[in-house]
């Protein structure tokens, strides 16, 4: 009881700092402030005629549509659709057998596990644009929110070329106590079109106006959600973190009391 009690207060306390976090996430929302592209280019240049160029810096958010920046379209290397972002990612399943050992007797069973082998986000530029002019979006160092994916492919050992050289053929698991299953292949993309929410720092130090990740390492937020969808989400979240919160506590506590009394 004494153990339980002591794991049900961690994660009590892990719940305080994931309500504190969540509702931090709403409050920041609601409270930065919302600019056009043209509204950003406006203030742009009124520092640039005060101060100079390379002078502008603004912490805001900004609602549009995703469109190619100067380098184009990005590689979808899974899927192949026409794409400003993308995340790939692919899992190497295998399994293990594990020895146990009780009353002398040994128990052989086997476990399923996994492992990424593979992650990658691209950074290439891309543009957002509204009815008033556009802004370059620089995604490196971002949380993309809700991106579509459009990938999500078990590709199973007995499908691989065994003989096949290469990456994934180089990860096989060989011996009598491991075994590979297959490789999980997953792919995200943010489309042309896409609506966006951006919440992060804009600035004209590299040139043209930029939204990237702030130089004092806060937020960087692009979402395919709304930003009424994005507080709500939190709002919940931080509500019932909130409620294990206090379940695990009180059961804690009781846990511990309980222990004590016993032993």
């Given amino acids: 009881m004494l153990i339980a009690g002591v794991v049900l207060l961690v994660v009590a306390v892990i719940a305080v700092f994931v309500a504190r976090s969540e509702r ?8 930065t402030e919302t600019l056009s ?6 203030l742009s240049s009124g520092v640039a005629a005060e101060v100079g160029a390379g002078s502008f ?4 958010e900004a609602v549009g549509t995703a469109a190619p920046g100067p380098d184009g379209l990005v590689d979808a290397p899974e899927s192949q659709v026409d794409a ?4 790939t990612k692919v899992i190497h399943k295998y399994w ?4 146990t050992r009780q009353d002398g007797k040994t128990t052989r069973t086997r ?4 492992e990424t082998v593979s992650e990658n986000e691209s950074t290439t530029a891309f543009q957002l644009t509204d009815a008033t002019g556009s802004v370059v979006i620089r995604p490196d160092g971002a949380d993309v929110d809700r991106p579509e994916k459009v990938v999500d492919r078990f590709e199973a050992r007995s499908a691989m070329n065994q003989a096949g050289e290469g990456f994934l053929s180089s990860l096989l698991r060989v011996g009598n106590d491991t075994g590979t299953l297959g490789f999980q292949h997953q792919e995200w993309v943010i489309r042309p079109g896409e609506e966006l929410y951006v919440q992060g720092e804009v600035s004209d130090r ?5 939204f990237a990740k702030p130089e004092d390492k806060g937020d960087y937020l692009i979402s395919t959600r709304s930003e009424d969808e994005i507080v709500a989400g939190a709002e919940r979240n931080g509500k019932i973190a909130v409620a ?14 309980a222990g004590a009394v016993t032993a």
């Fill in 57 to 60: 810096s603004q912490r805001c």
């Fill in 24 to 31: 931090g996430k709403a409050r920041k929302a609601t409270a």
């Fill in 96 to 99: 293990v057998m594990e020895e």
């Fill in 84 to 87: 400003v972002w993308v995340r």
């Fill in 111 to 114: 476990r399923e596990r996994e």
């Fill in 37 to 42: 592209c043209g509204d950003v280019a406006t």
């Fill in 206 to 210: 590299t040139g043209p106006l930029v």
């Fill in 244 to 257: 294990v919160a206090g379940v695990a506590g009180v059961v804690g506590i009781v846990l511990l009391i």
